[in-house]
């Protein structure tokens, strides 16, 4: 049997030379100029060159390991891949082990040849670097997009949509649910917990806790366009204040910080060791009495204790929640929260060498893009290596802003004496929602010593 392969993908589809149609109809001159009548199609209908885990190739390969193929044909060699490590797999690993003739019908060479397979190790390349190519002019006009403030996605961010000029337009009703979507994470609420409640709400989107953690991280909703680590002023009307997506982020960055450390409590997500500065979460244990009956105790205690790496001692919850409200209230005016040490001057002795960190970045970044433009190093090969340097650069300068942003626009100065004399006059008539909002309104961090004593980082 000879095999005729054909594929096509999705962007190519629109290109009459390239199309399913005129690919079998010169596959099928060739095999009736050659003399042979015992041939099949095999059809990958939208399939990415760049990928081996196509339905009619692998159908093919199949074939080929069965010992019912003779020869391979294809219209032209990048149909038969983009990479050239897979195109000289399948030549080398697969055809010839199987000896199976492998043809092009509009490229001239001769793989029984040394020069005919040099010729096709040559076109392979050329088929990557067309691919290559490609993509970068691609990125480059989105970007320019981005640079110009229109959109430069496939989809538009929930709570927007594009009009004819390329601007996002707010969608009024997903854009208040936006505002919510941040205002629980802020409060508290889990991802999961989040995702229920706009599933619910929404049909246009599939929701689920990844979908509310990219929703919290896109800038998109402050105004900006990122693309490729690029932040650039969109035309579009922002949903979120600056303020409000940084306290996001400061949350978020709290539960990474602590992962594991997240439930129905109190102080989930707050509390730190003092003694080797592991998170702090709540456990749930159970002991069962003589009597059957079964006893639920819920503690605190340091994430390294249970793995043996810190000798801390572990508490019952209600005492340290309790410590933490009477130190509160052991402030007897607001005023007084703002004579206390600001979070953001401790963290200005780490800035010296956030900063080295930063510029060694920087220069790496600089010397692979430098080796790029001389062509010393193919965009292929460093790509993944410059995304990673990208998102570590990106990491850091977060780290910066954070520790040189002034203390007054942590939080609002009329939100937290409102959350104080909450705490004060109002905590035994708030719900648990309420409280948990408050306290972290209050709060950033909370370190519990081995003596059962605490110690507030305050958020102003």
Not at 112 to 124: D, E
Request: with cysteine; glycine share 6%; charged share 30%.
């Amino acid at each position: 049997m000879i095999a005729l392969y054909e594929r096509v993908s999705t962007e190519e589809q629109s290109t009459h030379g390239f199309s399913l149609d005129a690919q079998i109809e010169r596959l099928e001159a060739y095999c009736k100029s050659q003399g042979w009548s015992d041939f099949e199609h095999f059809t990958d209908d939208g399939y990415s060159g760049t990928s081996m885990d196509r339905p009619a190739l692998q159908r093919l390969l199949g074939c080929v390991e069965r010992g019912q193929v003779e020869a391979v044909v294809v219209y032209k060699l990048d149909r038969l891949g983009r990479k050239q490590k897979d195109v000289l797999f399948l030549l080398e690993d697969v055809f010839d082990r199987h000896e199976v003739a492998f043809k092009s019908a509009t490229e001239p060479f001769d793989t029984s040849t040394p020069l005919g397979r040099a010729m096709l190790g040559i076109l392979a390349v050329f088929g990557q670097l067309e691919r290559d190519t490609i993509i970068e002019r691609t990125k480059f006009g989105l970007q320019q997009r981005a640079r110009r403030g229109l959109w430069h996605g496939a989809s538009y961010p929930f709570g927007y949509q594009m009009n004819e000029r390329g601007i996002l337009e707010v969608i009024p009703d997903e854009a208040a649910l936006v505002r919510e979507v941040f205002a629980k994470f802020i409060a508290g609420e889990s991802r999961r917990s989040i995702a229920k409640w706009l599933a619910k709400r929404t049909t246009s989107r599939y929701v689920d806790p990844t979908f509310i953690l990219k929703m919290i991280q896109r800038r998109t909703y402050v105004g900006s366009l990122v693309m490729k680590g690029c932040e650039f002023a969109g035309k579009h009307e922002p949903i979120i204040d600056e303020e409000t997506f940084r306290a996001a982020q400061r949350e978020l960055n709290s539960r990474l910080a602590r992962k594991g450390a997240r439930g129905p409590y109190l102080l989930s997500g707050l509390m730190t060791c003092a003694v080797c500065g592991g998170p702090v979460h709540y456990i749930t244990t159970r002991q069962k009495k003589a009597t059957g009956k079964v006893y639920t105790y819920v503690r605190v205690v340091c994430r390294n204790k249970r793995r043996g790496d810190c000798k801390t001692r572990s508490f019952v919850h209600h005492q340290i929640e309790e410590l933490v409200i009477e130190r509160i209230r052991s402030l007897e005016l607001a005023e007084d929260l703002w004579t206390l040490p600001v979070d953001s001057k401790q963290n200005a002795s780490h800035l010296p060498k956030l900063q080295r960190e930063l510029d060694q970045l920087e220069a790496q970044r600089d010397r692979l893009v430098d080796a790029i433009q001389t062509g010393a190093l193919p965009v292929g090969l460093v790509k993944d290596r410059l995304e990673k340097l990208e998102q570590s650069r990106r990491a850091v300068l977060v780290q910066i802003e954070d520790g040189t942003a002034p203390a007054s626009t942590k939080r609002d100065d009329t939100q937290v004496e409102g959350a104080f004399d909450s705490v004060q006059f109002l905590w035994d008539d708030l719900t648990f929602a309420e409280q948990r909002q408050i306290i972290r309104l209050l709060i950033r961090n909370i370190r519990v010593f081995p003596d059962k004593q605490v110690a507030l980082e305050w958020n102003v």
